[in-house]
């Protein structure tokens, strides 16, 4: 870590968090990713062995704790990890509002479904097992097919197909997509431009964006 040279508690905090992806990995942390892989699905263009790098560095400023359950390996906040949250928070809300331009490079499939795999209310869902197929116009194959299963409480994420009936697909674009789970565009305003399109029994149709409703983020800015 590179020293600021300043007694200052924000520049002592940011030799510590300025490092390229230290945020994004405790984004990932205090998002529930407890595993390597499952953290590696949260930040897929940082490589292994920088992730590897980070989470060491992590553990030496008592961020994150490290164990060994069974035969994984664990990675947790401490207490003072857990005390970034409200700066994640802040600094994700900031982002929604300030900074609203992406790029293409900004448009990721599996990023924006591993998040919102983690982030449905699953308590707005059947009971009985659901299957949700949704299908991105503007991505090449194999990755514009995905299917969420939603069975006794629990998410499944997958981009091939499960073999299970599929309850309702949902068409549109990952650009589509994502702005309506940044919240930058409704799902009322979505389904009657057309930018939309849910197909499935009619009840099912109008509670498909129930089921998936907008980020955590989103929700955060929206008026009580």
């Not at 514009?144 to 069975?151: D, E, G, N």
């Amino acid at each position: 870590m590179t020293s600021y040279g300043q007694f200052c508690p924000v520049a002592k905090a940011m030799e510590v968090l300025d490092e390229r992806w230290t945020l994004l990995v405790v984004r990932e942390l205090l998002m529930g990713s407890t595993h390597f892989n499952e953290l590696r699905r949260g930040v897929p263009k940082m490589s292994p062995a920088l992730l590897s790098k980070r989470l060491r560095s992590l553990e030496r400023a008592g961020i994150v704790a490290r164990s060994v359950r069974g035969q994984r390996v664990v990675y947790e906040l401490t207490d003072c990890g857990r005390e970034l949250e409200p700066v994640v928070n802040t600094l994700g809300q900031w982002g929604l509002r300030w900074i609203g331009d992406l790029g293409e490079e900004d448009y990721d499939p599996h990023l924006l479904l591993w998040d919102v795999r983690r982030s449905i209310p699953v308590d707005r869902w059947p009971r009985s097992r659901t299957v949700l197929r949704i299908s991105f116009d503007d991505v090449a194959r194999p990755v514009s097919h995905w299917w969420l299963v939603v069975a006794h409480g629990e998410v499944d994420l997958c981009d091939y197909d499960p073999g299970h009936e599929v309850t309702a697909t949902l068409e549109t674009s990952l650009r589509t997509l994502t702005r309506i789970w940044r919240g930058e565009l409704v799902w009322p305003q979505a389904l009657r431009s057309g930018q939309v399109v849910v197909e499935g029994p009619a009840s099912v149709r109008r509670e498909v964006p129930e089921w998936l409703g907008y980020s955590l983020l989103a929700q955060s800015l929206q008026p009580a």
